[in-house]
């Protein structure tokens, strides 16, 4: 049974920062693929960043310069690293992790989200 926990959100002023974690159980992050998503109150959900088995990485140009993803094989933890938050960054941020190498396919994991506000 794989599980995905998403901790580190919360409520921060504009150019604030914020470090988002997802730990995984029943799952192995490495050489695998796996993204942050968010979704804001009556809007779609979008991707932010993405990270593929090779270490790739991929960013919304709305993120792009600002956030960073990674994660520690040790760990078995994925990360998202929030700097020079913005009010239009408010939203549920959710991990997710896919299968194989690339993010060619489906997410088939999601976690359940934790909540970030900038104010």
């Known amino acids: 049974h794989v599980q995905l926990v998403e901790s580190g959100g919360g409520s921060v002023q504009a150019g604030g920062s914020l470090s988002l974690s997802c730990a995984a159980s029943?799952?192995?992050?490495?050489?695998?693929?796996q993204g942050w998503f968010r979704q804001a109150p009556g809007k779609e959900r979008e991707e932010v960043a993405r990270?593929?088995?090779?270490?790739?990485?991929t960013y919304a140009i709305s993120v792009k310069g600002r956030f960073a993803i990674y994660r520690n094989d040790d760990e078995n933890t994925l990360y998202l690293e929030m700097n020079n938050l913005q009010p239009e960054d408010t939203a549920m941020y959710f991990c997710?992790?896919?299968?194989?190498?690339?993010?060619?396919?489906?997410?088939?994991?999601w976690g359940r989200g934790t909540q970030v506000t900038v104010s």
């Open positions: 990270m593929n088995g090779y270490g790739t990485r």
């Open positions: 997710a992790a896919a299968l194989g190498y690339e993010c060619s396919a489906d997410f088939s994991y």
């Open positions: 029943g799952y192995t992050y490495s050489r695998k693929c």
